[in-house]
């Protein structure tokens, strides 16, 4: 795109930051990304193990963002948006602010169990590769940040016992981490909570769920041998950055923003990520970041935004299969289980270029146009018009006499046959 001549600052080189960077960049306006740690990429780097995301793809990705003309500063902390916005002469402000500050719980100690942070135990390994821990290790909490916890103490020799409140069918990591965890030797704790600790032992109560599926404590304690603990029951955001932002509004740990722009209470200053939802994922980030470009560049340009209307979910019954190639899935190559706690190696490997790009030519686009030319070509009335490349279709209805054929041709189900209003 042209250049716009618009300054943007986005704050946070995590997720949303980057994101939100990258098509800001697209649409031709100048992007400056402050970051307070001393690499980019957020939690992606200081909160997902490498032998999930190896260090080498998230930089390559930076990399890609960065040589579009996008400038990023690190270590530095911005403690006055307002100030920053105006001495920067930035038109907008992007906030990707992460959830980098650990929950925490009050848990009576006796002879100082040693009590740990999970998100500073992984960053500590992030950054100096290293970490000098107990053998006996319990991981309190259900998500997948104590299962990284785990999984990462596993491959530093430790035996790590994974203390969760809830059953394995309400837990909140994925089964797929989970599984993976407890294949290398993590073992798990279910409908547990910790009520103590001592020098080498913990005191944990039973929980039992109630009739809604929540858990509830017993009154029944048992002891569990531990030397440390680990805390991994959640992250909030570092509100320093925004603190001093006259009319921004928070609600249960996240900035009020507009549903479509993403705008926050304060004119020209946009959210994403983890600062601005409770669905705390790297995937809900990116997604929002985008989201949030594209508010910012109609804002930019004094337009009115709003999001595209979504079309109906295609069901497999609206599919031509038939157009496709049939094969079994391909299935992703892993290192073996017994290699796994004595490297961070990447766990779960990619494809081949060849096996990638014939995956994904088999993509089934469903309820997309693919722009495939089937129906252009069918229609015996000559009623569908070519817009051009990425326009797609449209339909003269002078013309049309409802044959269908086009639906029928159609092989991603994109074409829907309706009754004609009269």
């Given at each position: 795109?042209?250049?716009?001549?618009?300054?943007?600052?986005?704050?946070?080189?995590?997720?949303?930051?980057?994101?939100?960077?990258?098509?800001?960049?697209?649409?031709?306006?100048?992007?400056?990304?402050?970051?307070?740690?001393?690499?980019?990429?957020?939690?992606?780097?200081?909160?997902?193990?490498?032998?999930?995301?190896?260090?080498?793809?998230?930089?390559?990705?930076?990399?890609?963002?960065?040589?579009?003309?996008?400038?990023?500063?690190?270590?530095?902390?911005?403690?006055?948006?307002?100030?920053?916005?105006?001495?920067?002469?930035?038109?907008?402000?992007?906030?990707?602010?992460?959830?980098?500050?650990?929950?925490?719980?009050?848990?009576?100690?006796?002879?100082?169990?040693?009590?740990?942070?999970?998100?500073?135990?992984?960053?500590?390994?992030?950054?100096?590769?290293?970490?000098?821990?107990?053998?006996?290790?319990?991981?309190?909490?259900?998500?997948?940040t104590a299962v990284d916890v785990a999984r990462s103490l596993r491959r530093f020799g430790a035996e790590p016992i994974i203390v969760a409140r809830r059953d394995r069918a309400k837990m909140r990591a994925s089964a797929e981490e989970m599984d993976a965890a407890i294949a290398e030797g993590v073992q798990v704790k279910w409908l547990s909570t910790i009520t103590g600790a001592t020098k080498n032992s913990l005191k944990i109560e039973k929980m039992a769920l109630d009739?809604?599926?929540?858990?509830?404590?017993?009154?029944?304690?048992?002891?569990?041998?531990?030397?440390?603990?680990?805390?991994?029951?959640?992250?909030?955001?570092?509100?320093?950055?925004?603190?001093?932002?006259?009319?921004?509004?928070?609600?249960?740990?996240?900035?009020?923003?507009?549903?479509?722009?993403?705008?926050?209470?304060?004119?020209?200053?946009?959210?994403?990520?983890?600062?601005?939802?409770?669905?705390?994922?790297?995937?809900?980030?990116?997604?929002?970041?985008?989201?949030?470009?594209?508010?910012?560049?109609?804002?930019?340009?004094?337009?009115?935004?709003?999001?595209?209307?979504?079309?109906?979910?295609?069901?497999?019954?609206?599919?031509?299969?038939?157009?496709?190639?049939?094969?079994?899935?391909?299935?992703?190559?892993?290192?073996?289980?017994?290699?796994?706690?004595?490297?961070?190696?990447?766990?779960?490997?990619?494809?081949?270029?060849?096996?990638?790009?014939?995956?994904?030519?088999?993509?089934?686009?469903?309820?997309?146009?693919?722009?495939?030319?089937?129906?252009?070509?069918?229609?015996?009335?000559?009623?569908?018009?070519?817009?051009?490349?990425?326009?797609?279709?449209?339909?003269?209805?002078?013309?049309?006499?409802?044959?269908?054929?086009?639906?029928?041709?159609?092989?991603?189900?994109?074409?829907?046959?309706?009754?004609?209003?009269?």
């Open positions: 795109a042209r250049e716009t001549g618009k300054k943007v600052l986005v704050i946070g080189a995590g997720p949303a930051g980057l994101s939100a960077a990258y098509h800001l960049r697209r649409f031709g306006h100048t992007v400056h990304i402050v970051e307070q740690a001393q690499e980019t990429g957020g939690m992606m780097r200081y909160g997902i193990p490498t032998y999930r995301l190896p260090r080498n793809i998230l930089d390559a990705e930076v990399k890609r963002i960065t040589d579009m003309g996008v400038t990023i500063e690190l270590g530095r902390k911005i403690e006055d948006i307002e100030a920053e916005k105006q001495n920067g002469g930035y038109d907008a402000v992007v906030l990707g602010l992460g959830a980098t500050i650990s929950s925490n719980v009050d848990i009576p100690q006796g002879d100082t169990n040693h009590v740990l942070n999970a998100l500073k135990v992984l960053g500590q390994i992030e950054t100096t590769g290293d970490i000098q821990v107990a053998r006996r290790v319990a991981v309190y909490g259900g998500g997948n009739d809604k599926g929540y858990p509830q404590p017993t009154g029944e304690f048992e002891e569990l041998p531990a030397d440390a603990v680990v805390l991994a029951l959640g992250q909030n955001v570092d509100t320093v950055a925004i603190d001093k932002l006259q009319g921004l509004k928070m609600e249960r740990d996240a900035l009020v923003v507009d549903a479509e722009t993403l705008e926050t209470t304060v004119k020209g200053i946009f959210a994403a990520g983890d600062c601005a939802t409770n669905d705390r994922t790297v995937t809900h980030a990116i997604g929002m970041g985008k989201n949030a470009a594209r508010a910012v560049n109609s804002f930019l340009k004094g337009a009115v935004y709003k999001k595209q209307a979504k079309h109906e979910d295609a069901k497999f019954e609206d599919m031509h299969p038939w157009y496709y190639s049939e094969a079994p899935k391909t299935v992703r190559p892993e290192l073996e289980v017994a290699r796994r706690t004595n490297t961070f190696d990447e766990v779960q490997h990619g494809l081949t270029e060849e096996n990638a790009i014939f995956e994904a030519r088999r993509c089934l686009s469903c309820g997309n146009c693919m722009e495939c030319d089937n129906c252009y070509g069918v229609c015996p009335d000559s009623a569908i018009v070519k817009l051009g490349p990425g326009k797609g279709y449209e339909f003269n209805y002078d013309y049309c006499k409802g044959c269908g054929v086009c639906a029928q041709e159609c092989p991603c189900g994109h074409i829907a046959m309706v009754p004609e209003k009269i």
